[in-house]
């Protein structure tokens, strides 16, 4: 009880600069961008005999939760009604800065001869006001880190309600995984 303790600066600053190494790494940790459509805008109907196809734009909001830049490649987006592909949206390759928010807007068609196929469902749903519409979309790219880039692939299954008469969304949930590839193949 009576031995002092020598103070040392260099204990300090090392004790300092494993706190701030610490600190770094666990706020380096990957997040799961997150994904919210905000609106369905009707553009255009287009002739495929014997029917209409509908081209509506998403556009949806996107946020990168990360330190680091991401730059991803383009891809396609598929839209189901009742378990059937109704349709397509196209995600253009872009980037996004780190710890940022932006809106996307990605041109889909969906396609009538689908909806025929559900005709009964499909009144029901007009007569409700509310059909239920899933999305899966792979998006791959790569986050820079200092000077290394890193390979992604998010995964993003959406399920969403829309009123089909005024094509408002009135629930929706989605849900993002993200792989972090620590090799160059993705």
Known sequence: MGKKVKWSWSSAIIGAASAVAATALISAKPKDPTFHLISINFTSLKLNLPLLDAEVLLTVHVTNPNIAPIHYSSTSMSIFYEGSLLGSAQVQAGSQPPRSCQLLRLPARLHALQLAHHATRFLHDVARREMVL?????????????????????????????????????????????????????
Not at 141 to 165: C, E, L, M, Q, Y
Not at 170 to 186: D, G, H, K, P, R
């Open 134 to 186: 899933d999305a899966a979309v792979d998006i791959a790219g790569t986050a820079r880190v200092i000077w290394w880039d890193h390979n992604f692939k998010v995964h993003v299954d959406s399920h969403v309600t829309v009123d089909p008469v005024f094509l408002d969304v009135i629930e929706q949930e989605n849900t993002s995984e993200l792989e972090v590839f620590t090799t160059t193949a993705a």
